[in-house]
Nanobody
Framework: QVQLVESGGGLVQAGGSLRLSCAAS????????MGWFRQAPGKEREFVAG????????YYSDSVKGRFTISRDNAENTVYLQMNSLKPEDTAVYYC????????????????WGQGTQVTVSS
């Protein structure tokens, strides 16, 4: 199994940046594609970004493309989400998740989840 712990959330002004980290346990981290999701109050959980097992391929939702960057360091069992040009509509709890499916964009396609980290963007 994989345990995931997110960190790096907080309060930031619109236009600012945050870098989220997701630390994974175990030696099997590189066997999984990784994704970031977010969930705002009253909204469904939404795909944000994904990266394949090796880190060589990334993909994003249209709402964050060009502003967010996902990456991973398999030697450190960590995946990152660099968030730039943040907007108030980016406010949500951000979740890290692990999947065995290539280009997974739906929550049900992910096997393991972290507990989330709050990102709040003020206007």
């Amino acid at each position: 199994q994989v345990q995931l712990v997110e960190s790096g959330g907080g309060l930031v002004q619109a236009g600012g940046s945050l870098r989220l980290s997701c630390a994974a346990s175990g030696r099997t981290f590189s066997s999984y594609g990784m994704g970031w999701f977010r969930q705002a109050p009253g909204k469904e959980r939404e795909f944000v970004a994904g990266v394949n097992r090796s880190g060589g391929s990334t993909y994003y939702s249209d709402s964050v493309k060009g502003r967010f960057t996902i990456s991973r360091d398999n030697a450190e069992n960590t995946v990152y989400l660099q968030m730039n040009s943040l907007k108030p509509e980016d406010t949500a709890v951000y979740y890290c998740a692990a999947s065995s499916i290539t280009y997974a964009v739906h929550p049900y396609e992910y096997l393991y989840w972290g507990q989330g980290t709050q990102v709040t963007v003020s206007s």
